[in-house]
């Protein structure tokens, strides 16, 4: 599976982004896909992800700001966040696991990762 991560850019605090992750060869099928993100000099770290059967987890973090989406169809997730604060600045990166489901934030659970997108919020 080919993952192609796209909309981040720079924004202001208090704007919003929205992610989108597509499959460019291959397909999510019945997989879970997350969002992960690192900053500079600081670990990857667990931002949400969402389960074949729609189930979505978030990191405490970006709790009641971003929302995980998905379409099967087109074969996209989305990555919607509100609200922003500098310190979400970081490169996000999307993940695809071989599992349909998936029950915490473990990077190791997740098999094909995307390139990464840049999202930069100044204050």
């Known amino acids: 599976v080919q993952l192609q991560a796209s909309g981040g850019g720079l924004v202001q605090a208090g704007y919003s982004l929205r992610l989108s992750c597509a499959a460019s060869e291959g397909t999510f099928g019945a997989r879970a896909v997350g969002w992960f993100r690192q900053a500079p000099g600081q670990e990857r770290e667990f931002v949400s992800h969402?389960?074949?059967?729609?189930?979505?987890n978030y990191a405490d973090s970006v709790k009641g700001r971003f929302t995980i989406s998905r379409d099967n169809a087109k074969n996209t997730v989305y990555l919607q966040m509100n609200s922003l604060k500098p310190e979400d600045t970081a490169v996000y990166y999307c993940?695809?696991?071989?599992?349909?489901?998936?029950?915490?934030?473990?990077?190791?659970?997740?098999?094909?990762w995307g390139q990464g997108t840049q999202v930069t919020v100044s204050s």
């Open positions: 993940a695809v696991s071989k599992m349909a489901y998936v029950f915490g934030p473990r990077a190791v659970d997740y098999d094909y």
């Open positions: 969402i389960n074949w059967g729609g189930t979505t």
